[in-house]
């Protein structure tokens, strides 16, 4: 039964439980996968992501596919007990990017994650903040965006600067994980879509509506595809993007 089980999550891909669904359980794995699947609450729907030929069988990513191939490929055995040999996994295309970097350096951030993970479960968000902030300060540019184990904790700055209402700093961080997101969720991605989102309502509270507006139209283009039109986050996402231009049209109007 575990393995034929669902993380139930909200739209914006937080963790809410678990659940069974029978039918959609017969689709078996891909780490890039032609379909995602999507909650309404705790209806699941399966939408496509690529185009799908008569005949083509259906995918899907039974985990988080934002790892290296041999980490992949460790929790697919231990948790679903068969070896990945999809296209990606062959072809180990993404490892040498996510690994990017001087080694010495980016291993600093590899040991610390254990740590800042634990910081985090404990809800001690200014020590996980400290921690990331340190880090980031002291590899530098010695190691690139790209990397995973510093996307990592870039990502978990930027959720320790919503949790203490640091806007500003929280942008920042944010802004920086876009580029990467972009490279490693191919689009349409919902995982990409809902990052966009999240930023573009940090740069819209701190009255950079121009970027808001900009950051939020690249989300919808993804989050309508990947969500549908109908679903809560899709809907939410239009009001911010009408909210958006009504203020740039009225500061259109003030300047003139």
Excluded at 45 to 57: C, F, K, N, S, T
Excluded at 74 to 100: A, N, P, V
Excluded at 201 to 207: A, I, V
Aim: hydrophobic letters at 35%; proline letters at 4%.
């Amino acid at each position: 039964v575990t393995c034929n089980c669902f993380t139930i999550s909200d739209g914006e891909l937080q963790e809410l439980g678990v659940g069974l669904y029978p039918s959609l359980s017969l689709l078996n794995h891909d780490c890039e996968p032609n379909c995602v699947m999507v909650f309404e609450g705790k209806k699941l729907h399966l939408r496509a992501v690529q185009d799908i030929g008569p005949g083509e069988e259906l995918t899907i990513s039974y985990i988080e596919t934002l790892a290296l191939t041999e980490d992949r490929q460790k929790q697919l055995e231990d948790q679903y007990h068969f070896i990945c040999r999809c296209q990606r996994c062959d072809s180990q295309d993404k490892d040498g990017l996510m690994l990017s970097g001087e080694e010495a350096t980016w291993l600093q951030l590899k040991e610390a994650l254990p740590r800042l993970e634990g910081l985090k479960a404990d809800l001690d968000w200014k020590a996980v903040l400290e921690g990331c902030s340190h880090l980031l300060s002291a590899v530098g540019d010695a190691v690139p965006d790209e990397n995973l184990y510093k996307l990592r904790v870039t990502d978990m700055a930027l959720d320790a600067c919503i949790q203490l209402r640091c806007w500003e700093e929280a942008a920042g961080y944010g802004e920086k994980t876009l580029p990467v997101y972009r490279q490693y969720y191919p689009d349409p991605h919902p995982a990409h879509g809902v990052q966009l989102m999240r930023v573009g309502k940090l740069q819209d509270y701190l009255e950079h509506t121009g970027d808001a507006m900009n950051t939020f139209t690249q989300g919808y283009r993804i989050i309508k595809l990947t969500h549908g039109d109908s679903h809560p986050l899709t809907v939410d996402l239009l009001r911010k993007m009408e909210e958006c231009h009504t203020e740039m049209d009225q500061q259109s109007t003030r300047n003139d």
